[in-house]
């Protein structure tokens, strides 16, 4: 059937079902799919996770008492890590180790309360503020740590504070 809404047909009467693509034709095909598979991978995000960076914001080792001068802990989420080591007298060394408000000077909380020989980490979550530390200490070495956590997000190529 001949006519003029038969497209099936050229005019000649050469039948196109079957005739390959012009080359402009498959060209355009063939970026329209690379466009529209570089604009679906522009979507995805990387995987990320919440994390904790914890910033050193002092470290002090002694034997014997000591009060630490001050330091800011602008999160309030704290982790004190201690050790005690060369007891001088088995079984009698001592350590303990008591959070302070420098502002008002109250104890907050008591981080460390050890005999002999040991070592541990303290987590400590307080409003944001100065802080300062009491170490009580007998017949041992000691050394404390405390550090800041800061929350941030990562990802495989990169990590973002919050």
């Known amino acids: 059937m001949?006519?003029?809404?038969n497209f099936c047909h050229e005019p000649s009467g050469r039948d196109t079902r079957h005739a390959p693509l012009s080359s402009v034709r498959l060209f355009l095909l063939l970026a329209a799919g690379v466009l529209f598979a570089a604009g679906c991978g522009l979507e995805s995000k990387p995987a990320t996770r919440d994390?904790?960076?914890?910033r050193n914001v002092g470290s002090w080792t002694g034997r014997g008492p000591q009060q630490t001068e001050s330091f800011i802990g602008?999160?309030?989420?704290l982790r004190v890590r201690w050790e005690t080591r060369n007891e001088a007298v088995p079984g009698r060394g001592r350590l303990q180790v008591t959070i302070h408000s420098a502002i008002s000077g109250r104890p907050l909380a008591v981080a460390?309360?050890?005999r002999g020989v040991g070592q541990d980490t303290f987590y400590f979550s307080e409003d944001?503020?100065?802080f300062y530390l009491v170490v009580e200490s007998a017949h041992l070495e000691w050394?404390?740590?405390v550090e800041e956590g800061i929350a941030a997000t990562a990802s495989?190529?990169?990590l973002e504070r919050r």
């Open 112 to 114: 460390v309360d050890h």
């Open 156 to 158: 495989a190529t990169r």
């Open 2 to 5: 001949r006519g003029p809404y």
């Open 128 to 130: 944001p503020r100065v």
């Open 51 to 54: 994390v904790v960076i914890w």
């Open 74 to 77: 602008e999160t309030g989420s």
């Open 143 to 145: 050394s404390v740590t």
